[in-house]
T-cell receptor, first 111, second 113 residues
């Protein structure tokens, strides 16, 4: 069964600190993996996409990594800001739904 | 450029009532989707459409119907609402079925009492 599992489920960090969110997937065949950010009360918005050949990609303070051999991806947030408080969702195309969504990591950045 | 717009944003229904959620996109996308999001669960696909006049069932289609009469609009209907349909509903659209970025609406919070 195609699955996308994220950890931790929730995380609280102090403003200015770094954090790393994890995504493990079993979707096969694999073509790409996308990270979305979902602010409270809003729809998800794409942060970055990782294709099979990419190991690392940075977008401002967000750095995504992909290890296609172990089927793991991570999202590292540097120097967190209050506006980073949101749910972060890992999405992998494939499976019955056409895409498989992780349940997300809820991040809270506190002053 | 509005992107994906959903109406209404909030709604309270009594059990057995019916309603229609409207989704409109202005990006000329072929693919449109309806998802529901419940606490502790990932987004689950209700129905989707690969083009004007076509619809298909997703993971959790029971109790819902959809129509795509125009390319830019995708309607989600609840014929007889049940408390189990209390959820946040998201519409999304994309250029292709897999891989490319999906654009989401702001969601509709539906409560069935």
């Amino acid at each position: 069964k195609n699955q996308v599992e994220q950890s931790p489920q929730s995380l609280i960090i102090l403003e200015g600190k770094n954090c790393t969110l994890q995504c493990n997937y079993t979707v096969s065949p694999f073509s790409n993996l996308r990270w979305y950010k979902q602010d409270t009360g809003r729809g998800p918005v794409s942060l970055t996409i990782m294709t099979f050949s990419e190991n690392t990609k940075s977008n401002r303070r967000y750095t995504a990594t992909l290890d296609a051999d172990t089927k793991q991806s991570s999202l590292h947030i540097t120097a967190s800001q209050l506006s980073d408080s949101a749910s972060y969702i890992c999405v992998v195309p494939g499976g019955y739904q056409k895409v498989t969504f992780g349940t997300g990591t809820k991040l809270q950045v506190i002053p | 450029n509005a992107g994906v717009t959903q109406t209404p944003k909030f709604r309270v229904l009594k059990t057995g009532q019916s309603m229609t959620l409207l989704c409109a996109q202005d990006m000329n996308h072929e693919y449109m989707y309806w998802y529901r999001q419940d606490p502790g669960m990932g987004l689950r696909l209700i129905h989707y459409s690969v083009g004007e006049g076509t619809t298909a069932k997703g993971e959790v289609p029971d109790g819902y119907n959809v129509s795509r009469l125009k390319k830019q609009n995708f309607l989600l209907g609840l014929e007889s609402a049940a408390p189990s349909q209390t959820s946040v509903y998201f519409c999304a659209s994309s250029l292709t079925l897999r891989g490319t970025e999906a654009f989401f609406g702001q969601g509709t919070r539906l409560t069935v009492v």
